[in-house]
């Protein structure tokens, strides 16, 4: 007799949503909301700069990358945050919300990078 072999349902797909600020206005609010309430079928990670985004969010359990992205934090080091969030994370999908973070991620994970060096598919909005 073969014993079976135990089973562990593969993890959701991670999606990392890009928001190039720490204070709490509007996109922070929708993000804080979708954060408390999940992502059916999705596990969420949330890249931001530290700050009452981060701090909210953490309480509330989420997964919280900080880093150097936004418009404080400059283009080139946002490229750089996100490349290594990417790199770390691993997401099945990263989705901007911003403009900022949509040029951030449009530079970090252009159409002819995007398969070959960050692994994941952008969704800028």
């Known amino acids: 007799m073969i014993p079976e072999a ?24 929708h993000v804080l ?18 700050g009452p985004l981060a701090e909210r969010l953490r ?3 989420a997964a919280v990358f900080t880093g150097d992205v936004g418009p404080d934090a400059g283009l080139a080091a946002s490229v750089r945050t996100l490349r290594t969030a990417v790199r770390t994370l691993r997401p099945a999908a990263v989705h901007t ?4 973070a949509d040029l951030a991620a449009f530079t970090a994970l252009g159409p002819e990078r995007a398969a070959r060096r960050a692994g994941a598919p952008a969704l800028l909005s």
């Open 6 to 29: 135990a089973t562990t349902p593969a993890p959701a797909p991670l999606t990392l949503w890009v928001v190039p600020v720490a204070d709490l206005g509007g996109v922070a609010r």
């Open 59 to 61: 309480e509330q359990g």
């Open 97 to 100: 919300h911003l403009a900022y």
């Open 33 to 50: 909301d979708v954060a408390r309430v999940g992502l059916p079928g999705l596990r969420l990670a949330v890249l931001c700069p530290e």
